[in-house]
Nanobody, 122 residues
Framework: QVQLVESGGGLVQAGGSLRLSCAAS????????MGWFRQAPGKEREFVAT????????YYAGSVKGRFTISRDKAKNTQTLQMNSLKPEDTAVYYC???????????????WGQGTQVTVSS
């Protein structure tokens, strides 16, 4: 079992920055990946970014490349999404998720946090 807790959401003006964190249970995530999804009201949940726990390999959605950076601290079992140059369209509930493999689809992820709200004003 893996439990995930997100933090760091809030309200920010367009062009500003926020840092989201995800704390995970467990002693090792070798072979796993940890990612972020987001969902705006009335819209489908979409992939944001993911990172391989062992290698640090990353992959980003085109809409966030160059603005968001995903990283992890293996010793602390935490993962961080640094969000810069935020836009109103980034407004959503952001969810941390863990996959036993690698992918960009919701069904590739087995464990989910409860989400944290990010609101970007214009």
């Amino acid at each position: 079992q893996v439990q995930l807790v997100e933090s760091g959401g809030g309200l920010v003006q367009a062009g500003g920055s926020l840092r989201l964190s995800c704390a995970a249970s467990g002693r090792t995530f070798s072979g796993y990946s940890m990612g972020w999804f987001r969902q705006a009201p009335g819209k489908e949940r979409e992939f944001v970014a993911t990172i391989s726990w062992s290698t640090g390999r990353t992959y980003y959605a085109g809409s966030v490349k160059g603005r968001f950076t995903i990283s992890r601290d293996k010793a602390k079992n935490t993962q961080t999404l640094q969000m810069n140059s935020l836009k109103p369209e980034d407004t959503a509930v952001y969810y941390c998720a863990v996959s036993t493999g690698w992918g960009v689809s919701e069904d590739k992820y087995d464990y989910w946090g409860q989400g944290t709200q990010v609101t970007v004003s214009s």
